[in-house]
Nanobody, 124 residues
């Protein structure tokens, strides 16, 4: 059974950092691109970043460019999202999802399996 599990969320002050992990099981991670999305209370889920199968291509939403970095370690079946210079507006539940190709659209419809999410709260 294919599964994605996000970890690493927490509470930080503005300007702080967190690293999220997305661990895959039940399928071969290197066959898929992986994306990170987030959903704040009362808002729709939005794309944050994605990474191609071997990490040669990455995409970012404008709101996180220069602050977030996506990476992957296929040997560990894990994708990471390093989040620096966090802002209160980054507060959300963060999800990772599986897709065939990483595109700049970061469209929900392109993703199938999702994890359960991990909460990130940025507040002073």
């Amino acid at each position: 059974q294919s599964q994605l599990v996000e970890t690493g969320g927490g509470s930080v002050q503005p300007g702080g950092s967190l690293r999220l992990s997305c661990a895959a099981s039940g399928f071969t991670l290197e066959y898929y691109a992986i994306g990170w999305f987030r959903q704040a209370p009362g808002k729709e889920r939005e794309g944050v970043s994605c990474i191609s199968r071997y990490g040669s291509s990455t995409k970012y939403a404008d709101s996180v460019k220069g602050r977030f970095t996506i990476s992957r370690d296929n040997a560990k079946n894990t994708v990471y999202l390093q989040m620096n210079s966090l802002k209160p507006e980054d507060t959300a539940v963060y999800y990772c999802g599986r897709t065939t190709f990483c595109t700049a659209k970061l469209a929900l419809s392109e993703y199938d399996y999702w994890g359960q999410g991990t909460q990130v709260t940025v507040s002073s």
